[in-house]
């Protein structure tokens, strides 16, 4: 099969000027605004580029978009267009980019916060069969694809119900129309220790990651709540040197790169393990707060999420740092109405869970047929 470089099938378009937080939510404005991360998670009003178009974020971690509709992007974006659609089908060199991501992350260099750059994008080499079949195979894949974003949209209705419930229980954080006390996190924990960032540079390097072992769990994990497995691992004399670092059931585990406050609970249905180094554990201490409601007002709540990107840093790509999450205000209403809530919440995950299921085997599905598409062996 040809193999072809990207400059030669692609041109890279010209980069744009707007900043990552000039976007507003998914939903509140017209157009989709992609970002560094590897979720569409902002929309914009105004649009850049309209023609069916690869995006490829250029900091923090690898990703990769299509899209073929009025789009825009940041300024931390790359964004490319096929010369001849006669000779190249897009949606085909999108699905072997994001089928082998490691690809695009061997491309991201330098010391602290890593970049990919335009030469080392140009020179990937694409394996390119004729027009039919990159047309087939991305069809094929489209199906499965499709699967996933059914289950995908049930489980999200499962977590509207929850959002509902809450703004029925508890009013709108923002506006905190019925007057709950608000206190900074600093104080709803017990020791300093339990708001704590994974363990950075030297204390865990990728060399000693293992094939089999204690779990890392970091953000695929939170992005998918849970229901992606981990696929970096330490031994088990590692993950006693880093046990300051362990995740426990009811941990809050949150995303400090890229989407910036994204969290999740973990659940105590999955082996204890550590954290990555890209996100932050809280440990509630549930005399004053439930795991439960803390993390769905994280998820509610514009008013912390405004907080959260307030104290984020970052040119290219926000994070944050433990220092900065402590002093993030919550609401707090009275612990029974807050238990209250998480027994409610739990008979919604009961049900939720078996759409996760659905969710995770049609994933698992998928990247079955990715492989075996680049293999050549779908017929």
């Not at 089908?89 to 072997?96: H, R, T």
């Not at 695929?220 to 006693?240: D, R």
Request: glycine share 6%; aromatic share 10%.
């Amino acid at each position: 099969m040809e193999k072809v470089k990207i400059k030669n099938i692609f041109d890279f378009q010209k980069k744009s000027k707007i900043k990552a937080g000039d976007g507003f939510k998914l939903g509140e404005a017209q157009y989709p605004f992609y970002t560094s991360s590897n979720e569409l998670t902002k929309s914009i009003n105004e649009y850049l580029f309209e023609d069916e178009s690869l995006i490829f974020g250029t900091g923090g971690l690898a990703s990769i978009h299509f899209c073929n509709e009025k789009f825009a992007v940041s300024t931390d974006c790359f964004v490319i267009q096929p010369k001849d659609k006669k000779r190249v089908f897009s949606k085909f060199v999108y699905y072997y980019l994001s089928g082998n991501m490691n690809i695009l992350e061997s491309g991201f260099k330098g010391a602290g916060l890593k970049h990919i750059s335009k030469d080392y994008l140009e020179n990937i080499e694409i394996p390119l069969p004729n027009l039919a079949t990159q047309q087939r195979i991305a069809a094929i894949l489209d199906q499965a694809d499709a699967i996933i974003q059914n289950n995908r949209a049930i489980v999200q209705k499962y977590d509207q119900l929850t959002q509902s419930l809450f703004l029925d229980m508890f009013g709108d954080p923002v506006r905190n129309v019925l007057d709950f006390e608000e206190i900074e996190l600093i104080n709803l924990i017990k020791d300093k220790n339990d708001i704590k960032c994974g363990p950075f540079g030297t204390q865990l390097s990728k060399s000693e990651y293992v094939e089999f072992g204690v779990p890392v769990w970091g953000i695929p994990q939170v992005n998918s709540l849970f229901v992606k497995k981990p696929t970096e691992y330490v031994t088990k004399k590692k993950a006693e040197i880093l046990k300051q670092y362990s995740v426990f059931p009811d941990d809050i585990v949150m995303s400090r790169k890229g989407n910036v406050g994204k969290c999740a609970i973990y659940p105590n249905n999955w082996e204890i393990g550590i954290l990555h180094s890209d996100v932050l554990r809280i440990r509630c201490d549930k005399d004053k707060i439930s795991p439960v409601f803390l993390v769905w007002q994280f998820r509610i709540s514009r008013r912390l999420e405004t907080q959260v990107n307030d104290v984020s840093s970052g040119a290219i790509m926000q994070g944050i740092n433990v220092s900065k999450l402590k002093n993030i205000l919550a609401i707090v209403p009275p612990i029974a109405l807050q238990n209250h809530f998480a027994e409610r919440v739990a008979m919604i995950e009961s049900q939720k869970q078996q759409a996760q299921l659905e969710l995770a085997k049609s994933e698992e599905l998928f990247q079955c047929l990715l492989q075996r598409a680049f293999k050549g062996e779908l017929n």
